[in-house]
């Protein structure tokens, strides 16, 4: 072989180190920071594709209390976090705004709760 494939070669490695590796760790980094100072209240997503609300996080334990629904608490491994969800994209904050959505009556709908405890909805025309 010549000296000049062996340099290309290197040089291909080396590309492919700085563009594919460095950016993964980086991220990995990113996320671990994030996880370690999640505290109570914030919301992940476990690499299962449960989400939860953070309950307890001591940075000591290789474990955290999460709890997937209302008094439901679950134990998870730190490193089975897959992501930190922004608040933005919170499926809780969705589920919020949908209930609040649900309770509001449109102009022209009757309820009526006469026979059950749950409110049935009917419109009227005209």
Sequence with gaps: MNGSVLIV?????????????????????????????????????????????VIENDPEETSIIIEIAEGVEMRIARRAIANVVPEAESPSADAETSAEADDEVAEGEIVDASETDTPTRTTTSG
């Design 9 to 53: 070669l290197a040089a291909v490695a080396i590309g492919m180190w700085w563009f594919i590796a460095r950016p993964q760790k980086r991220k990995q980094a990113a996320l671990q920071q994030s996880i370690q100072a999640a505290g109570p209240g914030t919301e992940i997503v476990t690499v299962g594709g449960i989400y939860g609300t």
